[in-house]
T-cell receptor
């Protein structure tokens, strides 16, 4: 299947700093990418949906000024956690689908996830 | 609201025993259905999916699932559990929206005892 590469796999940062997470589709063009947050022993919570070349659509309760998403090309989306605080510590996962095929049943490919720890 | 329900947050089976992980969706319109597996500190890997056609779907690692419209279910099974099957399993649905977003169940942690 297609490969989605997410980097870094883990990061520790100081409170108040910003962290950028990259999500790349390696062998297909991802018109749409999804960013999820996963708390321990819980399911994935969709944070936002990004479409190449346009603004991301954020889910209710997600601060768009805190979680900046950029999807500048068909193979790269980035999530920047700005002014990180300990409560932002979590596992972040990106997902990509090529929806140009027009197939809603097309599977989503997931990155390896990024473990963010804010100290 | 559309939702996905996974019965049992934790399932424990013995090695060699049948694995049954339950998933029900809430919609009168059949969605597209997926099962994903997640190993610790990793992303999600697709096990299998149902879109159209045959209701019994076979996936990787010996898993299969059957779509039952009358029961709005998509339970995941494997005849004989292996130690390497221990992981978190997520059922997900796509109702065909333009954004193509997946709605996930809360997950079921599968433990396999020797």
């Amino acid at each position: 299947g297609a490969v989605v590469s997410q980097h870094p796999s883990w990061v520790i940062c100081k409170s108040g700093t910003s962290v950028k997470i990259e999500c790349r589709s390696l062998d297909f063009q991802a018109t749409t990418m999804f960013w999820y947050r996963q708390f321990p022993k819980q399911s994935l919570m969709l944070m936002a949906t990004s479409n190449e070349g346009s603004k991301a659509t954020y889910e209710q309760g997600v601060e768009k000024d805190k979680f900046l998403i950029n999807h500048a090309s068909l193979t790269l989306s980035t999530l920047t956690v700005t002014s990180a605080h300990p409560e932002d510590s979590s596992f972040y996962i990106c997902s990509a689908r090529d929806l140009r095929s027009g197939t809603p049943g097309a599977e989503a490919f997931f990155g390896q996830g990024t473990r963010l720890t804010v100290v | 609201a559309q939702s996905v329900t996974q019965l049992g947050s934790h399932v424990s089976v013995s090695e060699g025993a049948l694995v049954l992980l339950r998933c029900n969706y809430s919609s009168s319109v059949p969605p597209y259905l997926f099962w994903y597996v997640q190993y610790p500190n990793q992303g999600l890997q697709l096990l299998l999916k149902y879109t159209t056609g045959a209701t019994l779907v076979k996936g990787i690692n010996g898993f299969e699932a059957e779509f039952k419209k009358s029961e709005t279910s998509f339970h995941l099974t494997k005849p004989s559990a292996h130690m390497s099957d221990a992981a978190e399993y997520f059922c997900a649905v796509n109702y065909g929206g333009s954004q193509g977003n997946l709605i996930f169940g809360k997950g079921t942690k599968l433990s396999v005892k020797p």
